[in-house]
């Protein structure tokens, strides 16, 4: 009988661990759902953002199209009315003291309720309007409106 030749037993060998790059499919789903939810959010920001800007736009060209005060105060007057009826319906026919207090919920305290909210109501009829009184209703005019079409807070 012929002896066995010597056989060389080597320890077993663990394969290489596995390299980060490329990934795995499931890593490019994620990502991909990443991007898309990052758009969205940017397309949602954007429009956001756009209808804001175009709300801004529309208060200050109707008050600009204004021949003179009396016809801006009337205009301003318009425009709150139909921010108010958009926020609670019948407000925009509140008159005197009750439109007032309506205008002034949620602003700071009086805003409306002063000389300047005062010609809110009879600014349009007026022949002479002080400047000074229009610059601060169109001021707080603004910001009501604004806060009533749900772009200022």
Request: net charge neutral; charged share 25%; hydrophobic share 50%.
């Amino acid at each position: 009988m012929q002896a066995a030749p010597e056989i060389l037993l080597r320890d077993i060998h663990q394969p290489p661990s596995p390299s980060l790059w490329p990934p795995a499919p499931g890593w490019w789903v994620m990502f991909a759902m990443l991007l898309l939810v990052m758009a969205a959010v940017l397309a949602w920001r954007h429009h956001r953002r756009q209808r804001c800007i175009r709300i801004a736009r529309l208060f200050d060209d109707a008050i600009a199209e204004a021949v003179d005060a009396p016809a801006e105060v009337m205009a301003i007057s318009a425009l709150l009315r139909r921010a108010a009826r958009r926020d609670q319906a019948g407000a925009d026919v509140i008159d005197g003291d009750e439109w007032l207090a309506l205008l002034d919920q949620g602003m700071p305290s009086g805003s409306f309720q002063s000389d300047a909210g005062y010609l809110l109501l009879e600014g349009g009829y007026r022949r002479d309007i002080d400047q000074q009184l229009l610059a601060q209703l169109r001021t707080i005019a603004r910001l009501r409106f604004l806060r009533w079409m749900g772009v200022a807070r």
